[in-house]
């Protein structure tokens, strides 16, 4: 069975100080790996994925993520963080043969003046 | 505009009476799927589709039922609600199972 941990229910960050979203996955296989943002009454949003190729994976607003084979861990993070990226983050992972796509429970990402 | 449109956006109901929340994708994507959202569990799946009459149970199926007859309509339908399917539901979309995903903007379902 695959699964997704999320360990921090809610990260703190400063406006302009960077940021990271941490995740670690267990899946049979080669992993594909998401990571989707979802703000204050909206549905969610791709942000970025990994597949293949280069660990480290760029993404939308910013965004990017890095793939560490040895840790199972798919961390998102920012270089200098805003107001308006605070948002629920999701982290999920399926497989190539794919038909299941499992989230995590989300982190509450916070960023503050 | 592409989009993936689920209705109704907000459904408050009693205890067993049948109800149908509908989800419907203009990108003639092959993949579709309904997520239950719950404080704390994160997303779950319920159901998703491969392709048209196909259709397969995700992590927590039960109480729930689905149809793909055709490939851009796929209804969630709850045959007799129990509050415990009292949730924030969300419909998806990609191209193949293991593309990006979107989402329509989700249904608030309340069951008395």
């Known amino acids: 069975a695959q699964s997704v941990a999320q360990p921090e229910d809610q990260v703190n960050v400063a406006e302009g100080n960077p940021l990271t979203v941490k995740c670690t996955y267990s899946?049979?296989?080669?992993?594909?790996l998401f990571w989707y943002v979802q703000y204050p009454n909206r549905g969610l949003q791709f942000l970025l994925k990994?597949?293949?190729?280069?660990?480290l994976v760029k993404g939308s607003y910013g965004f990017e993520a890095e793939f560490n084979k040895s840790q199972t861990s798919f961390h998102l993070k920012k270089p200098s963080a805003l107001v308006s990226d605070s948002a629920l983050y999701f982290c999920a992972v399926t497989r190539w043969t794919a038909s299941k796509l499992t989230f995590g429970t989300g982190t509450r990402l916070q960023v503050m003046l | 505009e592409a989009q993936v449109t689920q209705n109704p956006r907000y459904l408050i109901t009693v205890t067993g009476k049948k109800l149908t929340v509908t989800c419907s994708q203009n990108m003639n994507h092959e993949y579709m799927s309904w997520y239950r959202q719950d404080p704390g569990l994160g997303l779950r799946q319920i159901y998703y589709s491969m392709n048209v009459e196909v259709t397969d149970k995700g992590d927590v199926p039960e109480g729930y039922k689905v149809s793909r007859k055709e490939k851009r309509n796929f209804p969630l339908i709850l045959e007799s609600p129990s509050p415990n399917q009292t949730s924030l539901y969300f419909c998806a979309s990609s191209l193949q199972g293991n593309e990006k995903l979107f989402f329509g903007s989700g249904t608030q379902l309340s069951v008395l």
């Open positions: 990994y597949i293949t190729g280069d660990n």
């Open positions: 899946v049979s296989g080669n992993p594909y």
